[in-house]
């Protein structure tokens, strides 16, 4: 037996000698590990399998041969230009940050490119590149940008080394069989293991916590893990690391906690604790957008590699909710609402939702909506999944994705507040109220709660000012966040919700902001033409609740339907209250007698109040203020129930900005001095357009007359609406804690009855 043993791994000896010699022309042959089976390569996002399936229907499915030969374009190109590996130097946007990440996006195609052509120069040019980085990699120090609260070595920050990884990783598996050992053995020791081994144990507080940048930081790991076979990174990219020495004192660039006593960590943490039940995801639909790719990568991964681990149906299949969830997120032009810190006109279009749509109808349940959202793409991934969704497609599977009301709640166990939708579909168009009343949102969170922005036909109409930043323009703070971006966009002033004494909720303290979540007490969609949802803020201002109830009505003999929004307010003392109106456009007509002052000056000196110029003051001299503004063709106003002694305060942002890093708006703001109790009211509608062409205005003049507040018992609001053509209508909203099944209420001397916690009725002329 001895004999035959030696003889044996002789002839495996004599064998790997062989081929050694026979691979002078690497372009042409490949060579097996006698310590691994690289056979098995790629096993990441493709498989042996899936290659073969995509090979052999190459020239059949259209949008998949239209996804091939675009990614054959792009990195044929950049071979072109050949290797760059630059020495770190730069802030996003700069040239080594823009040439790393044009490298990583480059690579993972053009392996996916050789699996699927066969072409070795797509594996060559990989391989090279690799190498160069593991040559340069050795001696990196932590970039020369010491920006970051987790500087990273080739870019100013961990968060896009570990992007590299994600996309390198990729690439790596593509090739990893068909190079030589002793190139595998330098990639593998010299680069990928001390890269996941820097962004984990050397960088804990970076990994080891619950945010988008932990999930890349997971991700990048697990995958590196998964291709070189190395289940102690898989393990710590699952369950983080055990004893990471970070103080829970400690806070990232934004402000916000890096870790939590007891907290869960490892990509599984990162899948529980900020995703809802819905598929919310805490951060907000822009770093939701950012975090799916790595997300649903991985999990493509694991269901290859660990299907053991059933990761699609984890946490109640939170993966495939989570894709929904962010597509209802969207105005009608597939644009992501910008709650919290968002860069507007981020949309589905951008390629980790096509990774998204793909890996979500493959692994879902094969949805055919998803099917009409990969068509506006145009665009698939190269694998299994992408493959899977251009045959649908082909197929003529394709659905309308139809975009409904909904409530997305927050929190781990759903109980953390939401984000709720209303939506109404008129003839020719679309509305969409997005009311924000969740939780902070980490350290991307704003302190804007009961908030709310208003959008037609995928327009704003009245806005969320977003972030301040301007991702990846060098000139630009470095193309990171601004510092106007924790000055102003963060702050409560910023937005269409209720500021006390010019002081942001939780007087801007995130720690204070993330204890607690507003109450929602009513989300009421099932008749299409009174769509109601109302919340409760307790613990903004200490002794202060405020409850706001938005409704979205359309009315007969209207095309449009008209926005109520009731905010009261009860306090144990008095205050001055500020309720901001982001309009956008031109100024039409308003009944205010308005004061413009001589000297622009701002409207005040922190909270975001610095950020203000006072353009004009107004006193209104009749119980409704009404204000009407020209957008995007169409009119809109504003009616406003006010009181003798309110103001009014047309301001514009843009004070104390002397770089101008934030946009000029303008907005409107409803102020009340000397304040204990209140009630704040106004409706507003679109209601007309305006033909430049032509010069034509029609239906210029607002469809609302007159509010009317009634004597009403304590815990019910009424209101009477009144409007031009003397249709009325009455408005109850009842106080959650007197939100019996049933009501009797004498109003005016007529009897109202109903179950529920608002009614709305026209009443008889």
């Known amino acids: 037996m001895t004999h035959f043993k030696h003889l044996k791994k002789a002839i495996q000896l004599i064998a790997i000698v062989m081929v050694a010699l026979s691979c002078k022309d690497q372009d042409q042959t490949t060579i097996v590990s006698d310590s691994e089976n690289v056979a098995d390569h790629p096993k990441l996002m493709l498989t042996s399998k899936s ?76 391989r090279d590149v690799l190498l160069a980085y593991a040559k340069m990699y050795k001696s990196l120090p932590r970039h020369p940008q010491e920006r970051s609260y987790a500087r990273g070595k080739i870019f100013w920050q961990c968060l896009n080394d570990a992007n590299w990884l994600v996309y390198m990783s990729q690439a790596y598996d593509g090739i990893r069989g068909w190079i030589t050992e002793e190139e595998r053995q330098t990639l593998d020791n010299e680069l990928f293991r001390p890269f996941a081994d820097f962004l984990s144990v050397e960088t804990p507080q970076f990994f080891n916590r619950v945010h988008n940048h932990s999930t890349w930081g997971t991700v990048a790991v697990g995958m590196i893990g998964l291709v070189i076979n190395d289940d102690e990174l898989v393990d710590r990219a699952l369950y983080g690391i055990k004893d990471d020495g970070i103080d829970s004192e400690a806070l990232d660039n934004d402000g916000g906690t890096i870790k939590r006593e007891g907290q869960k960590t490892g990509f599984l943490a990162n899948l529980d604790e900020p995703f809802s039940p819905d598929g919310y995801y805490t951060e907000g639909p822009y770093y939701q957008r950012y975090a799916m790719y790595p997300f649903l990568a991985f999990a493509q991964a694991l269901e290859t590699k660990k299907p053991e681990l059933k990761i699609f149906e984890y946490n109640g299949g939170v993966l495939i909710k989570a894709v929904d969830a962010l597509l209802n997120l969207t105005d009608a032009d597939g644009e992501f609402f910008p709650l919290n810190d968002g860069q507007k006109g981020m949309s589905y279009q951008t390629a980790s939702l096509v990774s998204a749509v793909d890996i979500a109808y493959y692994y879902g349940n094969q949805d055919p909506r998803l099917l009409s959202v990969a068509l506006q793409q145009d665009n698939v991934q190269l694998d299994a999944t992408g493959l899977a969704v251009a045959q649908g497609i082909h197929q003529g599977k394709a659905q309308p994705f139809i975009k409904e009301s909904m409530l997305l709640r927050d929190g781990a166990k759903g109980d953390e507040g939401g984000v709720a939708i209303l939506r109404a579909n008129y003839e020719g168009g679309t509305m969409a109220l997005v009311m924000k009343n969740a939780a902070h949102g980490l350290s991307h969170g704003h302190f804007d709660k009961l908030s709310y922005s208003l959008y037609e036909d995928g327009e704003e109409v009245l806005q969320d000012y977003g972030l301040a930043r301007f991702v990846n323009v060098e000139q ?27 002081n942001s909720h939780y007087k801007g303290i995130f720690k204070e902001s993330s204890k607690h979540h ?75 007698d308005l004061n413009t002052p001589p000297q622009l000056s701002p409207l005040g000196t922190k909270a975001g109040y610095q950020h203000i110029w006072k353009e004009a003051t107004g ?9 009407t503004w020209l957008d995007n063709k169409k009119f809109y106003s504003a009616t406003v129930l006010t009181e003798g002694k309110d103001q009014f305060i047309f301001g514009r ?20 001095n000397n304040m204990k109790d209140g009630l704040f009211v106004q409706v507003i509608e679109s209601h007309g357009t305006y033909n430049p062409v032509t010069e034509k205005a029609e239906n210029a003049y607002a469809a609302v007359q007159n509010i009317k ?15 031009q053509n003397k249709d009325r209508y009455i408005v109850i909203v009842v106080d959650s804690a007197f939100a019996k099944a049933q009501h009797k209420l004498e109003l005016s001397n007529n009897t109202y009855t109903w179950k529920g916690t608002y009614y709305f009725k026209q009443l008889k002329n």
């Open 476 to 502: 630009k703070n470095g193309g990171g966040y601004l510092k106007e971006n924790t000055s102003w966009a963060k702050q409560t002033i910023a937005h269409n919700t209720l500021v006390q004494d010019e």
């Open 653 to 672: 942002v843009g004070a104390s900005d002397p770089e101008f890093n934030l946009r000029r708006d303008p907005m409107l703001i409803h102020r009340r």
């Open 51 to 126: 290659v073969d399936d995509i090979k052999s229907a190459l020239g059949s499915v259209p949008l998949f041969d239209k996804s091939l030969e675009r990614a054959k374009q792009e990195v044929d190109a950049a071979m072109a230009e050949g290797i760059q590996v630059p020495i770190p130097k730069d802030m996003a946007g700069g040239y080594t940050h823009t040439q790393h990440k044009k490298n990583y996006a480059t690579l993972q195609k053009a392996g996916a490119l050789f699996q699927i052509t066969g072409d070795t120069k797509y594996a060559a040019f990989t």
């Open 709 to 723: 507040s009634l004597a009403s018992p304590q815990g019910y609001t009424a209101l009477e609406l009144t409007l």
């Open 619 to 627: 006193i209104p001299s009749t119980e409704n203020t009404q204000f």
């Open 518 to 592: 507003p109450e929602i007490t009513t989300f009421e969609t099932s008749d299409p033409n009174i769509q109601v949802v109302s919340a409760v803020e307790a613990n903004a201002y200490p002794g202060t609740e405020f409850t706001r109830t938005m409704m979205m009505v359309t009315l007969d003999h209207h095309k449009k339907p008209l926005l109520l929004d009731i905010l009261n307010v009860t306090s144990d003392g008095n205050h001055k209250y500020d309720l901001p109106l982001y309009y956008k456009g031109q100024v039409v007509a308003t009944n205010l």
